[in-house]
């Protein structure tokens, strides 16, 4: 089946730095992929759509200037925590889908990035 | 915006057991998916649904894409212990985006 790489799988930083999560579709090519963000014991809320080789989209109340999402590849796609603060501290989930734009096409995730801010 | 309501929000049942857990939409969607995961990860595909109607099975878990394409369900067999985790429905409506129900975690007892 189709493999989602996610990296870093834990990172503790201090607040006021930048953090970087890495995104990669190991065994295919993925135009669109997206990021998630998931508090204990809570589902998984969409927090933007990462559209390769364009802006990503971002849902309704989450920072872009924030959040910072580069899809420079069909395989890769990263997600930049600027400036955290202990408020930012969650697990973040990764997701691609197979294809090049098809609708029909079911959804990987990555094994996720729990961020704790001190 | 569109919401999924998933139930029961926990089970607790005893290892042997058969496992049934539902989501309802007031929207139509295009694809019902059902995902598991465990504590640390990130879900993992379990059944992929795309017809209405359709009735598909993947070893001892069994999911139906209702006729109204507003509900689905997810049946467990004869549950074991490897069975404990947080499922999730998942709907994709004319986007590509996919909406999550709120899960269900599943405790079995020995």
């Known amino acids: 089946g189709a493999v989602v790489s996610q990296h870093p799988s834990r990172v503790i930083c201090k607040s006021g730095t930048s953090v970087k999560i890495e995104c990669r579709s190991l065994d295919f090519q993925a135009t669109t992929m997206f990021w998630y963000r998931q508090f204990p014991k809570q589902s998984l809320m969409l927090m933007a759509t990462s559209n390769e080789g364009s802006k990503a989209t971002y849902e309704q109340g989450v920072e872009k200037d924030k959040f910072l999402i580069n899809h420079a590849s069909l395989t890769l796609s990263t997600l930049t925590v600027t400036s955290a603060h202990p408020e930012d501290s969650s697990f973040y989930i990764c997701?691609?889908?197979?294809?090049?734009?098809?609708?029909?096409?079911?959804?990987?995730f990555g094994s996720g990035t729990q961020l704790s801010v001190l | 915006g569109q919401q999924l309501n998933q139930s029961p929000q926990s089970m607790f049942i005893q290892e042997g057991e058969d496992v049934s857990m539902n989501c309802t939409s007031s929207s139509i969607f295009n694809t019902w998916l059902w995902y598991k995961q465990d504590p640390g990860e990130g879900p993992v595909l379990l059944i992929a649904l795309y017809k209405a109607g359709e009735l598909t099975s993947n070893g001892r878990l069994t999911a139906q894409f209702g006729i109204t394409r507003k509900d689905s369900f997810l049946n467990i067999s004869a549950s074991i212990p490897s069975d404990v985790g947080i499922y999730f429905c998942?709907?994709?409506?004319?986007?590509?985006?996919?909406?999550f129900g709120q899960g269900t975690r599943l405790t079995i007892n020995p």
């Open positions: 998942a709907g994709q409506g004319g986007a590509q985006k996919l909406v």
């Open positions: 997701s691609a889908r197979p294809g090049l734009g098809g609708t029909n096409e079911k959804l990987f």
